[in-house]
């Protein structure tokens, strides 16, 4: 996931001020993309399209309020101008009352009607596709404030940690600087968990407890560790005790949020009155258009996603022939092939880390992926930005395995860190699946996925994409897909020798993008049951029981993102077919992934038009 995706979704800093990853019809209007080094709204000097034949004083006019939007939106959204590394808002922290919420929607509203003044025939392509990402974040924003409304059901979207632990922990300025800033912002902290917990009504269960759990990790920010980074400080004494007096206010308003949520919970509970979490078909199909845009609706992904497994099974049951008798010598073969597919995989997951060493694991894996990938040249890598492998922060456990926090277009040399879910906290039985889960085959995968080429790799990019409207405002199903996509890909290079050990893990790690589209709509729109969810996870999916509960849990928790990873990985796979048939020989992979990357979070749809349109003014 790429923030936790993150969680991790817009909806979060847009309605509930969260800190935490287009309608179908807009997105087959969706064009090409831009250039120039700086972090501007809109530069477009490298463009596919140049500016030749278009009006330029339409051109500079969009350019104009573009950049004029993005300034207003970080005064608006501090929090996630600081996940960007804006921190010339820092010291704000927004307040999620309704007076708040009406200030957005006058913002998205006014911007909305200020864009549609303008020609787009008369913007050149990196504009044009500008100009569609923009209208779908702001039609999304009206949407989520008027309609979908999760500030008044998602208690989860309340938590001010994150915009805080970046400041703590990202060197942009001198330690006593940040401080000033920090303290600054927790003078905010008490009406802030006041306006939410105005603004909650009836929370569904799952995000319920995860608001609980996230918010208790909250304290983790304003523990002891910050005192004394406060006292050892250069801060004066006067600043120490106003630092103290807001510390501790700020740490009576997370626990009395958390005790209200406590509440709020076991009253709920005893009256059996928690609000439904699944949103049914309507705003289902009206979210995954905004969040997905691939141009089809989230029936017909689901559709495909049917299909796909049916295939992935019969590739896997090729693979388990092949394996079967060397792990079972001498034994017959089970006559059903899901039966079969397990054995073997049960087999191969005896191969795993240690409880103790599963973050170490994981960290020394990285060089071997780098190397790889310069070995084979699949793409340029930046040893220069940081990588740091870290235990998931207490406030972001709950929601994924493992995650990649990464810093904004504005801070691009600050860490990016790769969470990794610590394991002390779960039973020696939990302990074991889960290990077994992410075997010594599969870890190879995730890591792949999460860090080298995947959601490190292609952040790293985006970063130095010349738009910074496609970098911020990003498509989850372009950062997931690439992620997906890397794994297959590497493994296609060579990667593990061909083993087939590890292409029968990979095709159990590739059939769990499937299943969570499966999951993710069947739950949602079709009012999936736990049960079900656990044959679809473990029966069909493979995976192991800690696994399969955690992604039950998480689908409760989310909606749409879970399809992300399919809907990105099978557009790109379809675009690099396409366009390696338009090349042929001339088709070379390491351009066609440095120039997918250099789109920076831009839609697949977006990128295909960017690609193509080059390809035919260079055949010219």
């Known amino acids: 996931m790429k923030y936790l995706i993150t969680a991790l979704a817009l909806i979060s800093t847009l309605c509930g001020c969260s800190e935490k990853d287009v309608r179908t019809e807009k997105s087959a209007a969706v064009e090409t993309s831009s250039a120039s080094d700086a972090p501007t709204a809109s530069a477009n000097t490298t463009d596919a399209s140049p500016h030749r034949g278009k009006d ?39 307040i999620p009352d309704a007076h708040y919420r009406k200030k957005v929607l006058s913002f998205a509203r006014d911007y909305r009607n200020r864009f549609a003044r303008l ?27 008027t ?136 705003q289902y199909e009206e979210k995954f258009a905004y969040d997905i845009q691939i141009g089809m609706s989230g029936r017909e992904l689901y559709e495909r ?27 017959s073969r089970p006559k059903d092939i899901l039966e079969k597919i397990a054995r073997v995989l049960d087999k191969l997951s005896e191969h795993h880390a240690s409880r103790e060493n599963f973050k ?33 922060p207490p406030y972001l456990r709950g929601f994924a395995v493992a995650s990649i926090n990464a810093p904004g277009p504005y801070d691009k040399s600050a860490n990016t860190y790769y969470n990794v879910m610590p394991l002390d906290g779960l039973t020696d039985e939990r302990a074991e699946s889960f290990l077994r889960e992410y075997n010594t085959y599969l870890m190879q995968i995730l890591n792949i996925h999460e860090a080298i080429p995947g959601h490190y790799t292609q952040l790293v990019y985006a970063n130095k994409s010349p738009s910074l409207i496609k970098t911020i405002l990003g498509n989850g199903a372009m950062i997931e897909g690439w992620a997906v996509y890397a794994e297959r890909m590497m493994l296609e290079a060579g990667y593990g020798n061909f083993s087939p ?73 379809e675009l690099r077919d396409e366009i390696k048939k ?9 351009q066609f992934h440095e120039k997918f990357l250099s789109f920076g979070n831009a839609p697949v749809p977006v990128i295909r038009k960017l690609m193509l349109a080059e390809i035919e003014t260079k055949g010219r």
């Open 56 to 94: 330029t004083k339409t051109q500079q006019t969009f350019e104009s309020l573009s950049n004029q939007m993005v300034e207003r939106m970080w005064h608006l959204f501090p929090s996630w101008a600081i996940e960007n590394g804006y921190y010339q808002v820092a010291e704000l922290l927004e």
């Open 119 to 145: 020609h787009p025939q008369k913007m050149d392509s990196g504009a044009r596709s500008d100009l569609a990402l923009i209208n779908n974040f702001l039609d999304k924003t009206i949407w989520d404030l």
């Open 147 to 282: 309609e979908f409304k999760s500030y008044e059901w998602n208690p989860a979207n309340y938590n001010v940690s994150q915009g805080f632990a970046l400041i703590l922990n990202t060197d942009y300025a001198p330690l006593e600087e940040r401080l000033r800033t920090f303290n600054n912002r927790m003078q905010s902290i008490p009406a802030y968990y006041s306006a939410a917990e105005k603004s909650l009504q009836n929370p569904p269960a799952p995000q319920l407890m995860l608001a609980i759990q996230q918010n208790e990790g909250a304290l983790s920010v304003f523990g002891e560790e910050l005192e004394t980074k406060v006292q050892n400080s250069g801060l004066s004494d006067n600043e120490k005790q106003l630092f103290q007096d807001r510390l501790e206010a700020s740490r009576k308003a997370i626990q009395e949020y958390v005790a209200y949520l406590q509440t709020l919970h076991a009253t709920m509970e005893k009256a059996d009155s928690f609000r439904n979490f699944r949103i049914g078909e309507k």
């Open 305 to 331: 996603a049917l299909r796909e497994k049916d295939r992935l099974h019969l590739k896997m049951d090729e693979l388990a022939d092949q394996l079967w008798p060397k792990y079972f010598p001498g034994e």
């Open 360 to 392: 170490a694991s994981v960290e020394a894996q990285i060089p071997e992926l780098v190397a790889f990938v310069n070995e084979k040249d699949l793409l340029t890598l930046d040893p220069d930005k940081p990588l740091v492998v870290r235990t998931t």
């Open 501 to 573: 050990e590890l292409w029968m893990m990979y095709y159990k790690w590739n059939l769990r993008t499937v299943i969570n589209t499966l999951l993710d709509y069947s739950i949602q729109v079709k009012g999936m049951q736990e049960p079900a969810a656990m044959y679809l996870l473990m029966d069909q999916g493979f995976q192991q029981k800690t696994e399969a509960l955690g992604k039950w849990r998480r689908a409760t928790l989310s909606q749409v993102q879970l399809t992300s990873y399919f809907a990105g990985y099978m557009d790109i796979i």
């Open 582 to 590: 338009k090349l042929g020989d001339q088709f070379d992979l390491k």
